[in-house]
């Protein structure tokens, strides 16, 4: 099983840009679907975005589609999530997932095997 550190998050006006980036231990890591959850204050924590493990495959929730963009390297056993026009509502704790099932399962049944310990990221208006 893989083990996820995220690094990147921080403090950005609104209309900013940041970039998270994830690196996973372990084996077989492009096997792994990889994706970004996020969990705001006293909310839920919801999916962001994921992508396959050949990174062909990439997904995201309708409110980021077109600021944010999620990639990944396998050489370097790395996931990114670029944001880009970000705004005070994308304040949250950010974390990397991973899970060894075919993206679209693995968001259908929002449910990934692996966590992160979470990145903040805050929005200034």
């Known amino acids: 099983q893989v083990q996820l550190v995220e690094s990147g998050g921080g403090l950005v006006q609104a209309g900013g840009s940041l970039r998270l980036s994830c690196v996973a231990s372990?084996?077989?890591?492009?096997?792994?679907?990889m994706g970004w959850f996020r969990q705001a204050p006293g909310k839920a924590r919801d999916f962001v975005s994921a992508?396959?493990?050949?990174?062909?495959?990439?997904y995201y929730r309708e409110s980021v589609k077109g600021r944010f963009t999620i990639s990944r390297d396998n050489a370097k056993n790395a996931v990114y999530l670029q944001m880009n026009s970000l705004k005070p509502e994308d304040t949250a704790v950010y974390y990397c997932?991973?899970?060894?099932?075919?993206?679209?399962?693995?968001?259908?049944?929002?449910?990934?095997?692996?966590w992160g310990q979470g990145t903040l990221v805050t929005v200034s208006s």
């Open positions: 997932v991973a899970d060894p099932r075919d993206p679209v399962v693995a968001i259908s049944t929002d449910y990934f095997e692996v």
């Open positions: 372990g084996r077989s890591f492009s096997r792994y679907t």
């Open positions: 992508i396959s493990g050949s990174g062909d495959g990439t």
